[in-house]
Nanobody
Framework: QVQLVESGGGLVQAGGSLRLSCAASGRTFSTYAMGWFRQAPGKEREFVAA????????NYADSVKGRFTISRDNAKNTVSLQMNTLKPEDTAIYYCAASSSAVAPMSGNEYSFWGQGTQVTVSL
């Protein structure tokens, strides 16, 4: 069992940056691939980024490539999402998730544990 708590969301102007963090409970954090997903009002949840447990394979949605960076610190049981050059279309609730997959899955169906989410709002 893994419990996930996101933080770092907020309101930012277009072009700005935010860094989201996800703190995980439990001693087995390093055995999970971690992902970030988001859901905007009236839209379905979509994949944002993922990182494998080892050797650090990463995957990104095309819409965030070059702007977002996912990273993890297994010693601190945390995964982060650095978001730069934010756009209004990045506005959504961002969720952290954990998967027992050996790679960095892009499908939400491969994730077993989810956080409660943190709101990111990007204004013009």
């Amino acid at each position: 069992q893994v419990q996930l708590v996101e933080s770092g969301g907020g309101l930012v102007q277009a072009g700005g940056s935010l860094r989201l963090s996800c703190a995980a409970s439990g001693r087995t954090f390093s055995t999970y691939a971690m992902g970030w997903f988001r859901q905007a009002p009236g839209k379905e949840r979509e994949f944002v980024a993922a990182i494998s447990r080892w050797p650090r394979i990463t995957n990104y949605a095309d819409s965030v490539k070059g702007r977002f960076t996912i990273s993890r610190d297994n010693a601190k049981n945390t995964v982060s999402l650095q978001m730069n050059t934010l756009k209004p279309e990045d506005t959504a609730i961002y969720y952290c998730a954990a998967s027992s997959s050996a790679v960095a899955p892009m499908s939400g169906n491969e994730y077993s544990f989810w956080g409660q989410g943190t709101q990111v709002t990007v204004s013009l």
